[in-house]
Each structure stands twice: as C-alpha cells, then as structure tokens.
C-alpha cells in the first residue's frame, strides 16, 4: 500500500498495535508466522528455564537464520549448536541440516528451540540421553505435601 494512502487510512481510523509479517515468495505476506519459545542451554545439558522467550518467526526462516536471532538475542558468540522440541514431548532433536526452515521441520505454535554453546571444548548435551520423563529436570524444585491421617478413619 503506498505510505501516502496508510497514512490517510491512519489519519481517518486511527491505528491500533503493529503486527509486523515478512515478505515471503514475490511480495506475498506472511499472515500467520509460528510463535516459538527459546531457551538457553544450561552447562547441565538442559534449558534454562528462566531464559525462556516468545519469538514470532517465519515458517520460512531457515535455522541458519534462527540459530543466529538466538545467538544475539542471548548475547553469545563461538560455536553453537541449535536443538528443537515439538508439541510436548521431551526430546530435544539437534538441528543437522541448517538449511532447512521451520515449515521443514514441521514446528507449530509454542514448540521450543534451543541454543547450546560450546564451553571449555565441551558440549553440554554431549552426554545427555533425552528419554520420556514426568517433565522435571534435575534441579528443579518440587513441594510435597504430606497430610496427616487419623488411623481410626481407615478402620
């Protein structure tokens, strides 16, 4: 839309918030991108819970792309590997084909990426075996509650 005719639609209407859409394949807007979570990666091996960010990313994006948006967004730099999670399964995939975008590997709304960076020569997932679990990580903090029962009640 010419600038002039946005300004005038503004002018008469008033605005309201941006939803800012790339331009994909010959001018073609993209009106649903994916609404992805991203995480930093403990030295541990697992996300970092308190990282976590909403990223509104293209069904194009390559993981290239993606792996650097995280990259900066978290403000690291050397050798970095990026791993997805989708729907709410457990396991972590380590992207080996950075060419491929999200539509590739078939991401949708709120599945997960995250970024692991190389420390000490070491890689923090090098020794993780992801497996189904109850969905808690080692450190996390988990309350019990433990009622007391009057014996005379189960007699």
Known sequence: ???KAWKKLIEWYGGGPEFPREIINNN?????P???YGYLCGSNGFEIKKSADVFTISCKKKMMDIKELLKDKYN?????????RLGSTYKWTKVEDYNKTVEDIGMFDRDSLMLEVMNDSKWP???????????YNIGDDIDIYIEKVNKKDYN
């Open 1 to 3: 839309m010419p600038e």
């Open 28 to 32: 073609q807007i993209e009106l649903y």
């Open 34 to 36: 994916k609404v992805l």
């Open 76 to 84: 690291k730099n050397g050798k970095a590997n990026l791993w997805y």
């Open 125 to 135: 997932r090098e020794n993780i075996i992801d497996k189904p679990s109850s969905g």
